[in-house]
């Protein structure tokens, strides 16, 4: 099968690729994993970390506004694509006209080019929690109300994504997600970034400012999880999913103060006095907006599962990104 | 001050046209009506009925898909628009392509040239009961799940008018219609055509065929009360409207065999047997998508009131549209 990944140097882009070449798990059209065969990892930007070193694998350099572009890169050969290219949160909410124009404009590309195929690709759609808007908890049947543009745009990616799928012009399905913590890397523009940087700098020696009250409560969930979630929602069944092809990805809900003792306890005092509270109401006010608390039937009906505990996900980036140690 | 009105020789928009013409009911920057002093009726077809014949009116035939024609119909003098022009429900399923240019694309450009005038005009947006799928009942929290491209073109409308509004580029308003019953004239492609065409044309002597089953329901408003509503969303305080701009208005309803018998009851026997019931699967199952009862808060606690019966209704469309006779 060939797979394109949108966003595909990115952070879940490339750990999904690496996941997905190292032995078959997607889903043919028999429901039986099938043998990949070209991968093809498109981005705006030149990798910055190395694209995983395998024949099978082609990284493309280009811009997800410009239809030509995205009608090359989605050909008649393509069985799945994979929509992660994005402007984060706080992007989005800077640079209005970048936001729609890669956001929805994008997204309406990729869908186009698809459509285009004639032969229905699968479409898995990344989604997030800042579709909501206001509620401390969600579930399945909630309504879309974002408080940003980044959420305006990705509850109408949702909706263009049921439309292509009930036409027949794609196989749609839309991933939820909660916030991914701890994202490894640098800090990138995303409004939820400092949950991550809040455990991922102090743990590499770095000083860290925190924004937001401890007693402020994050829907997370981990890159790993958040992986085995794509290819799970790749993978269902589409009669199981309906005619809503969104499915929300339940996630654990720690306070901030929360996370920042199972860093202690992980890590010692001498990693977790790294952190400052220095409050940023910008960064508050857009956090406010979402809901502390998920309870996803669908997911769980799918077998999409969340992190056990924050010392889980702090030991699973531990082991898998710094390789097994940290600064103490 | 100056009004747009898109759409504006359509049925609902000639309609407005009228009664804001007669007098000062739209307000201005303070709460109070507001002399009109341009009234501009922009559409894509030259008018089937002659526009208002007033020296205030301007009629401006253009395509709403073209973002330099929305610009340089909205300038900096536009107080306020009146968002009409959508392909409708049947002719958005027929032609994908041009559902989306003018629904989603027509209305980007709207929101757009209004944002450029820098001036935050007030856009009153169009939107409909396609947004939901599948529920019987709906009130002002339930989710927005559409199952037609019309639907999802309007559900997407809605989100990009509370972003708008939000970052200050418009101060917009959503009303989203029941089904006009009775609409004056003759046939559109709306899949909800035939709940006034059963009315209609039997009234004026033409036999006419009712698609779907006598038990099915229909949530109704008049057109003169849709009218009304449009007013009253203008002039509602913003404050009171909050962050989510779409006000949803309450109708009546009747079944379709209730719609009949209180025709029967009004016009006699021999206008209601000029309807015979050819039932049409394809209107059926988009029909039977819609929401049958409404229980909007809002838009009571806005003072804005359904009609009080089907009789009502076709009284006063006999009255506003017939001349007050009929062909018994």
Redesign the interface.
């Known amino acids: 099968m060939k797979v394109v990944i949108t966003g595909g140097t990115g952070m879940l882009g490339r750990r999904l690729a690496l996941r997905i070449l190292a032995k078959p798990e997607l889903s043919g059209p028999d429901g039986k994993p099938e043998a990949l065969e070209k991968l093809v990892l498109f981005d705006a930007f030149e990798p910055v970390e190395p694209p995983p070193d395998d024949p099978r694998v082609e990284v493309v350099t280009g811009d997800i506004c410009d239809p030509a572009t995205v009608d090359a890169l989605i050909d008649g050969a393509t069985d799945t694509v994979f929509h992660f290219a994005a402007v984060v949160s706080g992007g989005a909410e800077a640079d209005?006209d970048l936001g729609y124009a890669v956001n929805l404009d994008g997204g309406h590309n990729v869908l186009e080019a698809s459509r285009r195929t004639g032969r229905c690709p699968k479409i898995v759609f990344t989604s997030s929690l800042a579709v909501y808007?206001g509620e401390r908890s969600i579930d399945d049947?909630?309504?879309?109300?974002?408080?940003t543009?980044y959420g305006?745009q990705k509850?109408?990616g949702e909706?263009?994504v049921?439309?292509y799928t009930?036409?027949g012009f794609v196989d749609g399905r839309t991933l939820r997600l909660p916030t991914i913590v701890v994202r490894p890397g640098k800090p990138n523009k995303a409004a939820s970034g400092f949950a991550s940087s809040i455990l991922r700098e102090p743990l590499q020696g770095d000083e860290i400012e925190n924004p937001v009250s401890r007693d402020t409560r994050m829907l997370i969930l981990s890159p790993k999880r958040a992986v085995q979630a794509f290819i799970d929602v790749h993978n269902a069944e589409g009669d199981v999913l309906g005619?809503?092809r969104a499915v929300m990805m339940n996630g654990i809900s720690p306070s901030i103060g929360e996370m920042l003792d199972a860093l202690r306890a992980f890590a010692g005092d001498g990693v977790a006095d790294r952190v400052r509270d220095v409050p940023d109401a910008m960064v508050q006010s857009i956090v406010d907006a979402w809901p502390w608390y998920a309870d996803g039937a669908r997911a769980r009906a799918l077998g999409m599962e969340p992190d056990g505990s924050v010392a889980e996900i702090i030991e699973s980036f531990v082991d898998d990104e710094l390789g097994g140690e940290f600064v103490s």
């Open positions: 209005f808007g049947a909630t309504a879309l109300t974002p408080q543009s305006t509850a109408i909706l263009m049921n439309d009930r036409k005619p809503n």
